[in-house]
C-alpha cells in the first residue's frame, strides 16, 4: 500500500504511522506501526510543501475472515504515544475496503 503525504506545515514532533487491516467481521488481521519511510524518512525531516510516497507492506494473519474488510490510519506522537486527531475527529482515517480471501 502507497500512501503520499503533503506536509502542511513542519512536525512539532516525531510522528508513528499505524496502518491497519481489519477484517470482514472487524478484526484487527494485519498492522504496521513505525516511523514514515521505514524509519528512513522521519517526519521531523520534513518541511512544509515537501510531498513524501510511504510505502507499507502488510501481510493479513491466516485467520482473517473472508470477505470486506478495512484500511485504517493513524498517527501518533512517538514521545508520548498520544493519539493525534485530524480535523477536530478521532484521528482515525478509513483509507479503503479490502477484499479478505482465502
Same mark, same amino acid.
Given at each position: 500500500?502507497?500512501?503520499?503525504?503533503?506536509?502542511?506545515?513542519?512536525?512539532?514532533?516525531?510522528?508513528?504511522? &499505524?496502518?491497519?487491516?481489519?477484517?470482514?467481521?472487524?478484526?484487527?488481521?494485519?498492522? /504496521? +506501526?513505525?516511523? %514514515? !519511510?521505514?524509519?528512513?524518512?522521519?517526519?521531523?525531516?520534513?518541511?512544509?510543501?515537501?510531498?513524501?510516497?510511504?510505502?507499507?507492506?502488510?501481510?493479513?494473519? &491466516?485467520?482473517?475472515?473472508?470477505?470486506?474488510?478495512?484500511?485504517?490510519?493513524?498517527? /501518533? +506522537?512517538?514521545? %508520548? !504515544?498520544?493519539?493525534?486527531?485530524?480535523?477536530?475527529?478521532?484521528?482515525?482515517?478509513?483509507?479503503?475496503?479490502?477484499?479478505?480471501?482465502?
Amino acid at each position: 500500500m502507497s500512501l503520499y503525504w503533503q506536509a502542511l506545515a513542519a512536525p512539532e514532533a516525531e510522528r508513528t504511522v &499505524s496502518v491497519r487491516i481489519l477484517d470482514a467481521s472487524g478484526i484487527l488481521v494485519g498492522q /504496521y +506501526d513505525g516511523l %514514515s !519511510g521505514r524509519g528512513k524518512r522521519p517526519t521531523n525531516w520534513c518541511k512544509r510543501g515537501w510531498r513524501v510516497r510511504d510505502v507499507y507492506d502488510l501481510s493479513v494473519s &491466516s485467520s482473517a475472515q473472508p470477505g470486506t474488510g478495512r484500511t485504517e490510519l493513524l498517527v /501518533y +506522537d512517538t514521545r %508520548s !504515544g498520544g493519539r493525534l486527531a485530524w480535523d477536530g475527529g478521532t484521528g482515525q482515517v478509513q483509507l479503503c475496503d479490502v477484499v479478505v480471501s482465502q
